[in-house]
């Protein structure tokens, strides 16, 4: 069965600074990866993707993450972090090894940026 | 392009009444479409993957005849939650993908609130 992790619940960093929110997988095929963002009482906002390709994706505000199949790893990552930043990030897995549509999602990490 | 809407965003019943939440694509159409389920602090688990045209199929656990789903057209999905008791109060959020457009990514809904009394 596919699986997320997100293994901080929450990452503290001060604004200006590089930030990383990290994620691992489990899939029995081909993973497609997405990161999610989700503000208070809000849906959730596409980021970015991985399907395939190069391995490092760009998204939006400024958000790229990293795929690493040998350790099955999809990083979030931005340069410069903003106040505004601070939300609740999910990344989630669709494993194409199955016949399921849906997202699998991480537990979530909660992102606080400091000014 | 790619919104999804949900109607209504927050709603308030008494223990015993049933709620129907919308989910609308907007601006594509959606064969399927994704019925998610949010608990306070936590992340979010699928309920059902809702098919145009045809029945529903629920992830395990997930009482087919309490949360009824509806997908009567490409840009409509109803979630209904019949006989809604307090410990149904959650954050229901949908999603759909624009297939058409050859999408990987699923578009969510804002999400409704149910408070159930």
């Known amino acids: 069965a596919q699986s997320v992790a997100q293994p901080e619940d929450q990452v503290n960093v001060a604004e200006g600074n590089p930030l990383t929110v990290k994620c691992t997988y489990s899939v029995s095929g081909n993973p497609y990866l997405f990161w999610y963002v989700q503000y208070p009482n809000r849906g959730l906002q596409f980021l970015l993707k991985y399907i395939t390709g190069d391995n490092l994706v760009k998204g939006s505000y400024g958000f790229e993450a990293e795929f690493n199949k040998s350790q099955t790893s999809f990083h979030l990552k931005k340069p410069s972090a903003l106040v505004s930043d601070s939300a609740l990030y999910f990344c989630a897995v669709r494993d194409t090894g199955t016949g399921r549509r849906a997202l699998t999602f991480g537990s979530g990490t909660r992102l606080q940026v400091q000014p | 392009g790619a919104v999804v809407s949900q109607h209504p965003s927050w709603v308030i019943c008494k223990s015993g009444t049933s709620v129907k939440i919308e989910c609308r694509s907007l601006?594509?159409?959606?064969?399927?479409m994704f019925w998610y389920r949010q608990f306070p602090k936590q992340s979010l688990m699928l309920m059902a993957t809702s098919n145009e045209g045809s029945k529903a199929t629920y992830e395990q656990g997930v009482e087919k005849d309490k949360f009824l789903i509806n997908h009567a057209s490409l840009t409509l999905s109803t979630l209904t939650v019949t006989s809604a008791h307090p410990e149904d109060s959650s954050f229901y959020i949908c999603?759909?993908?624009?297939?058409?457009?050859?999408?990987?990514?699923?578009?969510f809904g804002p999400g409704t609130r149910l408070t159930v009394t």
């Open positions: 601006d594509f159409q959606a064969t399927t």
């Open positions: 999603s759909a993908r624009d297939q058409l457009a050859g999408a990987y990514e699923q578009y």
